[in-house]
């Protein structure tokens, strides 16, 4: 008879291991670590779990997560600038939050475009976006989304459609990112830094 | 004003990020998955935990992780063969448990001795293994400890403590793993496989 994990710790270690960027041995070691410190860190991070589970929501406007159901940069009229920075995800969101540039407001599109997987416009609230275009009085669409094949398929899609509009449609700048050696810097990188070069 | 992850997420990312393997980052790409699907595996997982958090415990004879005081394989006897198998952890025994091979019972140290990390032989469970030795009648207990230098010299220090009992002292063989390469080998490895060699 194997007697590995009780059914109730093999239940969490599996549940953990759907995760991503975690598999069942990184799962089992942090379960273990959990149950070596149970008293502090288990029960907390299991209430702290169910009060998020309980309260998340995705924004109606803008699809950022919040508590109610207009996130609070939608709610701000401090930021009815007339620009809205377009991001696949909440993390890219929070990411732009952190660097406390932009003081415009967001438009989470929830993922890229993709024939592979199947996902269409529909499946991206880009149709929102379209529509917020003429609710919000917006002016310029900052389209923040990643320098990858996939990222910028979907943002020639959204520029297309944003067209009949007239709103202005712009992307972030590509070039040496800060702290950035040449040398570690990939060909596409460096042609895009070069060809855009600016005086100094 | 930065309008990142509210109070209640922001917590909940802090938390994750302290669990071993992962990190801000990681923490918040888990956090968000389980946002987005929050119906199901968010609330499941927070139930998992506070059940495990509530029902877990260490065995008080061997350090198993159980669900009461005696773990099932301490309960069992069939299993008191007179062999005690001593791991580092219990992802060690669960490992040899998956292994189904040993048919004894298990001696969970809890860590390795360590000087730098001040980890001596009271805080690894070595005095109560001393004291199972005569209580259960072992007659053998195998040292299933890291390859390591603090698991090996572990090792070292618990023979040398049972060797007043008598009973004997067994260690895992060392040698090329199953389905391992040869050239993908560490030379320590292949000098103790040709050292260990046996006839076929």
């Not at 207009?70 to 991001?87: F, S, T």
């Not at 660097?99 to 269409?120: C, N, P, T």
């Not at 990112?177 to 040398?183: F, T």
């Amino acid at each position: 008879m194997n007697s590995g994990p009780s059914d109730d710790i093999e239940a969490l270690i599996t549940t953990m291991a759907r995760l991503p960027g975690l598999g069942p041995r990184s799962a089992r070691r942090i379960v273990l670590h959990l149950i070596r410190k149970r008293a502090g860190q288990m029960a907390q991070l299991a209430s702290l779990l169910a009060g998020v589970a309980e309260s998340a929501r995705e924004c109606l406007t803008c699809g950022n997560v919040t508590q109610s159901d207009i996130c609070p940069i939608c709610q701000d009229p401090a930021r009815a600038n007339g620009e809205i920075c377009v991001v696949t995800d909440v993390a890219d969101l929070w990411a732009l939050e952190r660097g406390r540039a932009f003081k415009g407001r967001y438009h989470v599109l929830g993922g890229s475009l993709s024939a592979l997987d199947e996902i269409g416009p529909e499946d991206l609230r880009i149709p929102q976006l379209i529509a917020r275009i003429a609710d919000e009085h917006v002016t310029e669409v900052i389209l923040a989304l990643a320098a990858t094949v996939e990222g910028q398929t979907t943002a020639h899609y959204i520029a297309e459609a944003l067209e009949p509009s007239g709103v202005t449609v712009t992307g972030l700048a590509q070039g040496v990112p800060i702290g950035g050696e040449l040398d570690y810097l990939d060909d596409g990188t460096i042609t895009a830094a070069l060809r855009a070069r600016r005086k100094i």
